[in-house]
């Protein structure tokens, strides 16, 4: 594990840098092809989520059936359209590029969610011991006890119209300061970020708790436990850091499944709302015009396919670099 | 330098002259220019580099040797049971008269575990946790001789109680598990006695044990010796275990023999250097002062010996000589084998 | 320890997690912030507030929760659920005739995934690093990332309507449900295309897991022994390695059963299969709460029953474990 926090503070913030940047150009060159492939792939997507506007001529809620030529509804793929038109007339293509937006904020946010909730119980639970311990590690198997997805709709369902913001006004502040995302508190995509982050923690959890507890026995934790640094300070400059790399690891697995998820929670038609373009909402749009219009379902999927495997081929690669001792763990879940 | 190095043997020549000189033709087993490396992505070890020995009917060959000798491989390359990335890839073992290494893997396997077997350093992983013994004890028969399970069963009985496990007909339900480490060591001589082979390899069978067990252990071996007339090849970096059980002894530094011949002459009259290093580092329980004179330095990478004798770097007579010209065994006695290119080094 | 005792341990500590189990459920429900008893009735029962009033007493809604999730707990321990309104039906009963559904949907997928993982997996960690094992490497993952209900609808669309187009009849059904009695043809040509969706997930996980399991148990020394015994090579690798190899590969398909629940609640929807996924789908959509509220349970304690009878057979299969 190669984050090292306990030499950096003499050194300037370039130089700090600096190596950071060599350190992770090292990581890249150590990765397998597949994870080095896969890296561009989840690069070049995000590029083209963020830039979207920049990318395809249209709006995502163009209806070029109206704009511009009516003959436009459901059209198979032209050079114009490369991926064809829908029912309304909007160019797929656009619908795609903008849809990778929701896919990733879910993923991201909602793997910074689980992530939240999970090193927090996990660190606690393992650095605390005893009764904390138990208490925290049975409410997580409690939560296992669910199979995920049918658990997160139980949840939607259960939240109905509310979004979770009224429930927990603090995260609806929060979403809103961020880009794009603030956008989108009046819409059901922040109870499937909320869902999802909720139902993947106790994965998180049992991660960083197995780490922590590996790395409370090394020797520094002793030392800094004998110059009389308080147990938190211990615990987040200490031992937090140098548990991590597993749990970015699973994280990167978190990511892909969390995409995955909020693909079928679309589908279903609880997930995100319009008039958010989504790629899952788009497979169950497109569902009702096959055969004939295939392009409408096909080209969705196959953006879920690629991102979902990209990252997951990526995350093996990191894997084996990182975590060598998981490699039997089966992978992603 | 002494005045008795002065004179130059004739131990400049190749392995398979020396071959030609260590073996004879009508051993049980004969093995000669034994070569196996292992091939990874950037080097290749040489682990065994031109082996010959050779092992008579009811005889006891004793390998020695420091870890990383290339005397374990040795024993894998008589079975051809390398692990992968190893492979053989040169030399012959003869065994009754057949080159073991040119016959096709059916033929080999029909000689594993039957007519060859062999028993491992570590019993409590050289058995599989999730059989019970009997299983495993009479796996050899049900697969040499077609033998039913429970017959099998019953003859896996019998072999325990002859290596000596007590109350065999209720241990043979137990899982390894279950089995001391002692235990455990006999089940897998009882293993390998099963199809009553002409040849044994037992593979540091007592490093893992505790003194009391190890010595049990040898003489159920040289109890099974005498009365089977089986012969043995024990590897070992014990020169005790070789001194105790052994009638001649084989002893190898960087994956060569370097000295090889009767275990009693060896012992009073040591010829290569590295052996007389060995035998220094035994402690003597009758002396009054012990002296564990060690050999100085290390073993050299085998994927980069030195030019010249392997051992020249760590012994305390090389010469110029010795740094060029790289020796084989030859005759210095009546079935004593040496490769020293000085003929007294002392 | 004996088997047996440890059996009856690992029993006993169920309890706990069920009952945590089903506070979660009751909680959920009952926390959510639409009204279960307007959700369940038409919207003109709805308005009128005698109705609502008298169903809420009914439902002992007005009473404090730890008494309405004692009485819920006491009925569900005597297998009553309550009543759909939505569906008009015991909710015991709907639980019952849809998990006859799902189960045979599990059973198809499992036996595909373990009939195509097992064996790619040993032949992935014989071939190590080699073409084939990163073909499969590739492949494995492939499985885990395809979005199961896409691959559905594709799978309906290339030999469903496609087929149709081609050949004047398709070859698959495009959704629905059959049962043996309508003849094994049409039974296997219903069932079939939605367990191959949920089987392949489900068989790259366990192809994942036995190619690793299978590689660090080829390097044990057993397996040599194994080859210094004469045992033929087939059966080193299929009796040898992989007994002791399967012993972490079941853990991880208790694990996936819940997968396999997972991808039911999709997959059922896709091909319009009644099974519990479908049921629950439906039950949320129509806020049919106290539906909802008898399937999570019951879906949850089957998982967890699973993950036990996993737990019971790994010490069958790991004959070390009960002495831990």
């Known amino acids: 594990m190669a984050i090292d926090t306990k030499h950096s503070e003499n050194r300037s913030v370039v130089d700090q840098v600096g190596s950071r940047v060599r350190w992770l150009v090292a990581v890249y060159r150590r990765l397998d092809l597949s994870a080095q492939v896969s890296f561009w792939i989840v690069a070049a997507i995000s590029v083209a989520a963020a830039a979207a506007p920049l990318i395809t001529p249209y709006a995502p809620g163009e209806q070029l059936a109206i704009t511009a030529d009516p003959a436009l509804k459901l059209h198979p793929p032209t050079p114009a359209n490369p991926m064809g038109t829908d029912l309304y007339g909007r160019d797929v293509f656009t619908r795609l590029v903008y849809g990778a937006r929701s896919s990733l904020a879910v993923g991201l946010l909602a793997v910074g969610i689980a992530a939240t909730i999970g090193i927090t119980a996990g660190s606690i639970a393992g650095y605390v011991g005893g009764w904390v311990d138990e208490s925290i590690m049975r409410v997580m198997d409690i939560l296992i006890s669910f199979p995920a997805l049918v658990l997160a709709i139980t949840l939607v369902g259960a939240l109905g119209s509310e979004t979770v913001i009224t429930i927990l006004p603090v995260l609806g502040e929060l979403l809103a300061s961020l880009p794009v995302v603030g956008s989108w508190t009046s819409n059901n995509i922040i109870n499937v970020i909320f869902v999802i982050g909720l139902v993947y923690s106790p994965q998180i959890a049992r991660v960083t708790r197995g780490e922590v507890l590996r790395t409370s026995e090394e020797e520094f934790v002793e030392a800094a436990e004998n110059t009389g640094l308080s147990r938190v300070r211990i615990l987040v400059q200490h031992i937090l850091p140098n548990s991590m790399a597993p749990v970015l690891v699973q994280s990167t697995f978190l990511v892909a499944t969390a995409i995955l998820f909020e693909a079928s929670l679309s589908y279903l038609g609880l997930g995100v709302q319009p008039p958010i373009p989504t790629w899952g909402v788009m497979i169950s749009n497109g569902q009702g015009y096959l055969p004939d219009s295939w392009w409408w379902t096909t080209f969705p999927g196959l953006a879920i396919m690629v991102t979902v495997l990209a990252l997951n081929l990526l995350g093996d690669g990191l894997r084996d670099e990182f975590d060598p001792r998981s490699a039997t763990d089966g992978g992603p879940n | 330098m002494s005045d008795a190095q002065t004179t130059l043997s004739d131990a400049d020549i190749d392995a398979e002259t020396e071959a030609a000189q260590v073996c004879s033709d009508d051993s049980l087993l004969s093995v000669r220019n034994l070569q196996t490396r292992f091939q990874t992505a950037g080097e290749t070890v040489q682990a065994v580099d031109g082996v010959s020995f050779d092992i008579a009917e009811g005889e006891i060959l004793g390998i020695v040797g420091e870890s990383g000798c290339g005397k374990s491989v040795t024993s894998l390359s008589l079975m051809d049971i390398v692990p992968e990335p190893g492979e053989v890839h040169g030399g012959t073992v003869r065994f009754d008269g057949e080159d073991i290494l040119t016959k096709s893997p059916e033929e080999k396997r029909q000689l594993r575990g039957n007519r060859v077997s062999m028993v491992f350093q570590e019993p409590a992983k050289a058995l599989n946790p999730v059989f019970d013994i009997g299983w495993q004890v009479g796996e050899p028969l049900r697969v040499h001789e077609n033998l039913t399970k429970s017959a099998s069963r019953a003859k896996a009985v019998e072999l325990m109680r002859r290596v000596g496990i007590p109350s065999p007909e209720e241990r043979v339900d137990d899982y390894p598990h279950e089995f001391s480490g002692g235990m455990r060591q006999r089940a897998m001589l009882a293993m390998a006695l099963a199809c009553t082979p002409d040849l044994l390899i037992a593979d540091e069978p007592t490093t893992a044990l505790d003194v009391t067990i190890e010595a049990q252990i040898l003489d159920l071996i040289q109890e099974l010796n005498v009365q089977t007339s089986m012969s043995v090849l024990i590897v070992t970096h014990d020169l005790g275990v070789v001194a105790e059980v052994c009638d001649r002894v084989a002893v190898m530094y960087a994956g060569r023999v370097v000295e090889y011949g009767d275990v009693e002459d060896i012992f009073a009259n040591p010829q290569h250097p590295y052996t007389k290093g060995l035998i220094d580092c035994v402690p003597d329980p009758t002396a009054d002062e012990q002296s564990l004179e060690a050999i100085s330095g290390t073993v050299p990478n085998l994927a980069d010996t030195p030019e010249g004798c392997n051992f020249a770097p760590r012994c305390p007579h090389a010469t110029d000589e010795c740094r060029q010209i790289d020796p084989r065994m030859r005759a210095v006695g009546d079935d004593h084998y040496s490769a020293c290119l000085w003929e007294d080094p002392s | ?324």
């Open chain 3, 1 to 324: 320890m004996s088997t047996s005792n440890y059996a009856i341990k690992r029993t006993l500590l169920l309890v706990p997690v069920l009952l945590g189990v089903s506070l979660v459920t009751f909680l959920f429900i009952r926390l959510s912030p639409s009204d279960p008893v307007v959700a369940m009735l038409p919207p003109e029962a709805a308005a009128q507030q005698n109705i609502v009033n008298e169903l809420r007493r009914e439902m002992r809604l007005n009473e404090p929760l730890y008494i309405q999730y004692t009485y819920w707990l006491w009925d569900v321990l005597h297998l009553d659920f309550g009543y759909s309104y939505s569906q008009s039906a015991r909710v015991t009963s709907l639980i019952k005739s849809s998990a006859w559904a799902t189960a045979q949907l599990s059973f198809f997928s499992f036996i595909i995934g373990v009939i195509v993982a097992v064996p790619t997996g040993v032949i992935s960690a014989v071939k190590k690093d080699t073409w084939v094992d990163n073909v499969t490497r590739v492949a494995a993952f492939g499985g885990i990332s395809l979005p199961g209900f896409w691959v559905a609808i594709m799978m309906i669309l290339v030999f469903a309507l496609f087929w149709q187009n081609w050949f004047g009849a398709p070859l698959i059904p495009s959704g629905g449900y059959a049962t043996l009695s309508d003849g094994l043809g049409t039974y296997l040509r219903h069932i079939l295309p939605p367990a191959t969706v949920l089987g392949t997930g489900f068989a790259a996980l366990v192809m994942r897991m036995t190619r690793s399991s299978m590689v660090e148990v080829l390097q044990e020394e057993y397996v040599r022994t194994a080859r210094a015994k004469g045992v033929k090579e087939k059966s080193v690798l299929m009796i040898h390695a992989l007994r002791n190899a399967l012993i972490p590969v079941v853990t991880v398909m208790g694990m996936q059963i819940g997968f396999l629940l997972n991808g039911a609640v999709v997959i059922e929807q896709v091909f319009q299969w009644p099974g519990i996924g479908r049921l629950l789908y439906m039950s949320v959509l129509s806020q049919d709460l106290v539906t909802v509220q008898g399937i999570v349970l019951f879906i949850a304690t089957v998982f967890v029953v699973a993950n036990l009878v996993v737990d019971l057979l790994y010490a069958y299969l790991d004959p070390r474990i009960s002495y831990e």
